[in-house]
Nanobody, 119 residues
């Protein structure tokens, strides 16, 4: 498994920006593709952004396209989610998750970081 720790959440006004970070550690990081999920109060957890396992091409949920950007460092030990033009609907706990390559299995999850967007 991969150990994941999220950080960077906070309280932001609508239209503002935040950058979330996910620190990844483990012996087999190359076997995973990193993704971001979020869960609003009373709502189901939903996919936000991630990398294609074989191509490394990022992909996004329709609700965040054009506003959020996922990126990673050269060592693939840090994953970021840059969020701009934030909306109250973006409020929730954001989780970093490691997906096993070529599968839909999410093997590891972080503890989450809270994002609150005020209107």
């Amino acid at each position: 498994q991969v150990q994941l720790v999220e950080s960077g959440g906070g309280l932001v006004q609508a239209g503002g920006s935040l950058r979330l970070s996910c620190a990844a550690s483990g012996r087999t990081l190359s076997r995973y593709a990193m993704n971001w999920f979020r869960q609003a109060p009373g709502k189901e957890r939903e996919f936000v952004a991630g990398f294609g396992g074989s191509t490394g091409i990022p992909y996004y949920a329709d609700s965040v396209k054009g506003r959020f950007t996922i990126s990673r460092d050269n060592a693939n030990t840090m994953v970021y989610l840059e969020m701009s033009s934030l909306k109250p609907e973006d409020t929730g706990v954001y989780y970093c998750a490691a997906r096993v390559l070529a599968t839909t299995v999410y093997d590891s999850w972080g503890q989450g970081t809270q994002v609150i967007v005020s209107s």
